[in-house]
């Protein structure tokens, strides 16, 4: 959003108060911070409108990709530095699958994409896209595969060929999933554009000679009707991956250039696919596009993405309350540790390696580690008391004990005295939770 002063030169200047501000001015301020419409003052000329709109949009087009409940939104991003603010919308990985694969085996291996997931501090990461790759020559057989793959996934596709009539009879097929159609380039692009734009799908444009050449034809691809563009700038190497995305992302949220304020995708092949696709996630590519993604090669990738995509000022917290662990009964202890996502699991995951039924109450540390929290002065004895009283601990567990992070062992003289429960100091790490369990 522009400024109140940008803004400003656009205002009629009559100060009437139809908008329900004394002055233009005022109305100017209320804009910039999202606080009126433009709507709201009737002067506005058009141009006027057309202008603030333009100003207002943001530097990277939103895009949205696929249908339904894996549908995803790529783009949108204001930030060239994630500690500035934050990224919003994560880098989604695409598995690229060849047409010339038999029926049976494309179906596999689409479902092994579907499978691609793991759980980490209580949130899903999984593959989000399956990519058919046209190399048969065969348009017949193009659909075919095509039509394969969507029957087998929810996951949007991404459909690659550059003979549009093979192109438009495989996503004709299937428009309702509005697949990603990969990609208009300097031969083919008025053919494409019409198709995107009666498909009503996202398209690619793709240009390897430079970021130049790449922006003259998304100007021309935008010029034919289309509006959801995702640059494919062709990198081969590393240094080129990181040289382009870099500076299409600096113009654009700059706003030094609009012409390339798109989402990227990423075609992250060869022997250092690996590399490029951490290299694209770190450095803005919206869509990765791999030919294989392991289990063991995808963790690491999706380990990676969580963080860069976590918001740095706020942590990943879960709800404060009494979790049962190892089925405990009335005689089990009670644990306690704060809602730091990260802590929680940490500390979940060596409880139950233990083996010994414990009660565990999360404290509400505003998304805190322990020792953090409690130099905060958001993890206190009086903290502790009343989270047990208001999650009934104390009905629940009957054993009368309490065990406390060794890091916070100073608590427990307080801990003892306000809870009225005999507090034992556990171990200053985690990992040390097992033996100290079975040793009780
Ligand atoms: Fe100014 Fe328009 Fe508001 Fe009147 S309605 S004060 S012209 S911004």
Known sequence: ???????????????????????????????????????????????????????????????????????????????????????????RYCVILNDDIADQELEERTLAVNRTKFERVGQIMAA????????????????????????????PLLLMSKDVPALEAAAGQISAKLPLLNAADKDNWALMATLAKRLKCPLVVREDRGLN?????????KGAGVDDIVLDFGASTLKELM??????????????????GYPVLV??????????????????????????????????????????????????????????????????????????SLTYFTVLADIEKSK???????????????????????????????ALEKSGAKSRSKAGTLIIPGMVARLAPKLGEVTGMKVLVGPKESSGLPKFLKGL
């Open 243 to 260: 040289e382009r995305s870099t500076m299409v992302r600096k113009v654009s949220v700059k706003r030094t250039f609009r012409g390339l």
């Open 128 to 155: 989000d896209m399956v990519a058919v790759r046209h190399v048969s020559g065969d348009a017949q057989r193009f659909a075919r595969a095509v039509s394969v793959v969507a029957e087998s996934t929810d996951l």
């Open 356 to 386: 010994v039924p414990v009660w565990l109450q999360v404290v509400d540390t505003e998304g805190l580690s322990v020792l953090t929290a409690f130099a905060a002065g958001k993890l206190s004895a009086e903290h502790v008391q009343k």
């Open 1 to 91: 959003m522009p400024t109140a002063i940008e803004i400003f030169k656009y205002l009629p200047k009559k100060n009437c108060g139809e908008c329900k501000h004394p002055t233009c001015l005022a109305f100017a301020m209320a804009l910039a911070n999202n606080k009126a419409k433009v709507e709201d003052c009737p002067y506005i000329s058009e141009e006027g409108k057309r202008a603030l709109a333009a100003s207002s949009a943001p530097p990277i087009r939103l895009v949205k990709v696929g249908s339904g409940r894996h549908a995803f939104e790529i783009g949108d991003e204001t930030e060239l530095y994630r500690h500035e603010k934050k990224f919003f919308h994560p880098t």
């Open 267 to 340: 075609l992250a092949l060869g022997p250092q696919a690996m590399l490029m696709a951490t290299l694209a996630t770190m450095k803005y590519g919206s869509i990765v596009a791999l030919e294989e993604l392991r289990p063991e090669q995808a963790l690491p990738l999706f380990v990676l993405r969580q963080n860069i995509y976590t918001d740095p000022q706020v942590p990943i917290q879960v709800k404060p309350d009494l979790y049962p662990v190892n089925n405990p009964g009335e005689g089990a202890p009670v644990l306690f540790t704060t809602n730091f």
């Open 213 to 221: 050449e790449l922006a003259d034809l998304v100007a021309q691809v």
